[in-house]
């Protein structure tokens, strides 16, 4: 069914007027006909029950089985169903093995045939509203988990086998791009943040992992919560068995305001590069906090760096240790600040660092010594003398 419902929004795409708003807006995100047509791109109509009609007509469908792969939604009451997605681009979902598994939808920018105009309104469309969510997953099904499933992972896995390597982007047409251009071990992660499951998928075909999100606002520039998606990522591999080591997780630096299609379609070579010297993701993640360190005078409550330090604690590994050693060690100047200010006077770590005793450091993060955040209470020694026995 899922397959029929694919083939029926390519040809909806691909041969009609009404999908003619979606061809525009691909063909000016970059995308080819070749494309299209390799991919099964297709476009959902906005009646409320073309597609379910054209199964039924076709197949002789029940609605029960179409909701059970997650193509139809239950009306209000119970009274019979509609079609899940209306009025937007259609990306199919594959499992590694080429079996269609769900379906991913998007809404045109600016509402472009969404069914917003008069007319529409009138025919009683059944576009999405202004509240529809960007961006559509099919619904969990027996068929579809999300968390354990990656964009293109069937187009993928042959150059991830022979490269041992695996680049996750974010978006569908920041995969579709770089197949389109070449890259073929690149994979999506549908919108979601990497999971173990999803690493545990890669590993089966390669070593190694760069990601390649966005760098923007959402990402990179908000370290509250980049940051803490991927030191939870940190902590995930460390406490499950997924095959993939965190030394062997790197993280690529795109150009700012560049989303991961307009580096790969504008500048390919530009984006080879930023995959080869991707950094570790350990030390990606210092190198973020200590700037953002620098730049940002504390103010009486948790600053940057105490984030990473309370991030750092919770998910203590190995490698989060090494990394932290050799930076005190490369950059003397660095150790100093390195927890100066986590509630506004020196912590123990801080003192660690500056009297050269970094080994002692890691390895009490290692151990887990330090379970919370460290102690910044000074340590007071006692200038009274012992009172003399008579």
């Known amino acids: 069914m899922l397959e029929q419902a694919i083939a029926f929004y390519h040809v909806v795409l691909t041969q009609s007027k009404t999908g003619a708003p979606a061809l525009e807006y691909l063909h000016g995100r970059g995308f080819t006909d070749e494309t299209i047509e390799r991919f099964q ?133 920041d995969a579709l791009m770089a197949h389109q251009a070449g890259f073929e071990n690149v994979v999506a992660s549908l919108g979601t943040a990497l999971t173990p499951a999803q690493v545990a998928l890669i590993a089966r075909y390669a070593r190694e992992i760069v990601l390649a999100y966005d760098v923007d606002p959402a990402g990179q520039h908000a370290g509250s919560i980049g940051g803490a998606e991927l030191f939870r990522l940190i902590g995930s591999l460390a406490a499950e068995e997924t095959g993939v080591e965190i030394t062997r997780v790197r993280v690529a630096r795109l150009p700012e305001g560049k989303d991961p299609d307009e580096v790969i ?96 450091a890691g390895s009490a993060l290692v151990r887990g010594a330090s379970p919370r955040t460290p102690s910044c209470r000074p340590r007071i020694r006692s200038t009274r003398r012992p009172s003399s026995s008579l």
Not at 101 to 127: C, M, N, Q
Not at 130 to 148: I, V
Not at 325 to 337: A, D, Y
């Open 265 to 360: 379609r504008d500048t390919p070579d530009l984006w080879r590069e930023a995959i080869r010297t991707a950094q570790p993701i350990i030390e990606f993640l210092i190198d973020y906090y200590a700037t953002a360190f620098r730049s940002e005078r504390p103010r009486g409550g948790a600053t940057p760096l105490g984030r990473w330090c309370r991030c750092c604690a919770r998910s203590a590994t190995r490698s989060c240790a090494t990394a932290i050693s050799r930076r005190w060690r490369v950059e003397p100047g660095w150790r100093s600040g390195f927890c100066w200010k986590l509630c506004g006077r020196r912590c123990r770590w801080a003192r660690l660092a500056r009297t050269g005793a970094e080994a002692r």
């Open 41 to 173: 791109l297709g476009w959902a109509p906005s009646g409320w029950d073309q597609m379910i009609k054209m199964l039924q007509s076709r197949r002789n469908v029940a609605i029960a089985e179409l909701a059970e792969v997650g193509l139809t939604s239950q009306r209000q009451g119970g009274r019979g169903a509609y079609d899940k997605f209306r009025s937007r681009v259609i990306f199919p979902i594959r499992d590694a093995a080429g079996n269609a598994v769900g379906i991913g939808g998007r809404i045109l920018p600016g509402g472009v045939g969404a069914g917003h105009d008069a007319a529409a309104a009138a025919a009683g469309s059944g576009a999405p509203d202004a509240g529809a969510p960007k961006y559509l997953n099919s619904p969990a099904t027996a068929l579809f988990d999300k968390s354990r499933t990656l964009y293109l992972i069937e187009r993928a896995r042959g150059e991830m086998r022979r490269s041992e390597e695996a680049v996750l982007v974010e978006g569908y047409t």
